[in-house]
């Protein structure tokens, strides 16, 4: 059984462009999550997918959009990268509803951006 | 706030029982609260969540008290693979704080 898989694992970019991440959760899941991670920090959290909507979104500005697909894998996009852009990018996928507390969080091992 | 607070870093001898104290003061009646590892390089594991009770699965024990604002990770016997950053989230779709660093000792 595959568990959450993430791709590509690394990416160069450079300021200003835009780029995609992609995700496959878990077999069974339908609800997606995206963190960041700076070095050194723990994962920030930047939106959550479900039922192909964004549900919930934390801290993050507009450049960061995301979408889920009808097979539940969802895509992050990031527009006009800046260099603090820099991170590990890291997919959660979880099964249920969406405000469910009772649902631990299966990651990926992320996708390694780096913007110059 | 929805944050929880932990020591920046811990040391613990192989095979000693390792235990990771959280607090989480702060918490509401519905939150659960959830404990993640990370290995260098690589995305968080799930290790243990609960509510109110003390939760026991193959990885770790989980101690909360009484009046929910605080808990403690139980690793029994620590091996050298269980060196990570340990993270405890009170509402893990919000930030994780930069965690416990656990380092296993030989």
């Known amino acids: 059984d595959a568990g959450v898989t993430q791709s590509p694992t690394h990416l160069i970019k450079t300021r200003g462009q835009q780029v995609t991440l992609r995700c496959s959760p878990k077999?069974?899941?339908?609800?997606v999550s995206w963190y960041q991670q700076a070095l050194g920090q723990g994962p920030q959290f930047i939106f959550q997918?479900?039922?192909?909507?964004?549900?919930q979104r934390g801290n993050f500005p507009d450049r960061f959009s995301g979408h889920q697909f009808p097979n539940y894998s969802s895509e992050l996009n990031v527009n006009a990268l800046l260099l603090g852009d820099s991170a590990l990018y890291l997919c959660?996928?979880?099964?249920?509803?969406?405000?469910?507390?009772?649902?631990?969080?299966?990651f990926g091992n992320g996708t390694r951006l780096t913007v110059t | 706030d929805a944050k929880t607070t932990q020591p920046p870093s811990m040391d613990c001898a192989e095979g000693r029982a390792a235990n990771l104290p959280c607090n989480h003061s702060?918490?509401?009646?519905?939150?659960?609260v959830y404990w993640y590892r990370q290995i260098h390089s690589q995305g968080p594991q799930y290790i243990i969540h609960?509510?109110?009770n003390n939760e026991t699965n193959e990885m770790a024990s989980l101690i909360i008290t009484e009046d929910r604002k605080s808990s403690t990770l139980i690793l029994p016997h620590a091996t050298l693979r269980d060196t990570a950053v340990y993270f405890c989230?009170?509402?893990?779709?919000?930030?994780f704080g930069t965690g416990t660093r656990l380092t296993i000792i030989p």
């Open positions: 959660a996928s979880s099964p249920g509803r969406v405000d469910s507390y009772n649902s631990p969080l299966h």
């Open positions: 077999s069974g899941h339908d609800t």
């Open positions: 997918y479900y039922e192909e909507e964004e549900r």
């Open positions: 702060t918490i509401s009646g519905n939150e659960y």
């Open positions: 609960g509510l109110k």
């Open positions: 989230i009170r509402n893990e779709k919000l930030t």
